[in-house]
C-alpha cells in the first residue's frame, strides 16, 4: 500500500512539474501583438495593459 502511494505521488509532482513548466512556456511571449499600426504612421501600444497612442510607424495608408 505505501509503495503504491508513493507512485501516486511521483506520477502527480511530475505531471504538476510538466504543467507549470507548459504554461510558463506558453505564457512567456514575444509581444508580436502589441503594436497595431494604421493609417498615416499612428498606431496603439498595448505594453502597458492598455491602448497608449504610438507614432512613427512606417505604415502609410489612405483611410476613407
Known amino acids: 500500500m505505501k509503495s ?7 506520477i502527480t509532482k511530475a505531471l ?3 504543467f ?3 504554461i510558463t ?4 511571449s514575444q509581444k508580436e501583438a502589441a ?5 498615416n504612421h499612428a498606431g496603439l501600444g498595448f505594453n502597458s495593459g ?8 512606417q505604415l502609410k495608408t489612405n483611410e476613407v
Open 4 to 10: 503504491n502511494n508513493l507512485v501516486i505521488y511521483c
Open 16 to 18: 504538476l512539474y510538466a
Open 20 to 22: 507549470l513548466v507548459l
Open 25 to 28: 512556456t506558453i505564457c512567456y
Open 35 to 39: 503594436f497595431w499600426y494604421f493609417a
Open 50 to 57: 492598455s491602448a497608449k497612442a504610438v507614432f512613427g510607424g
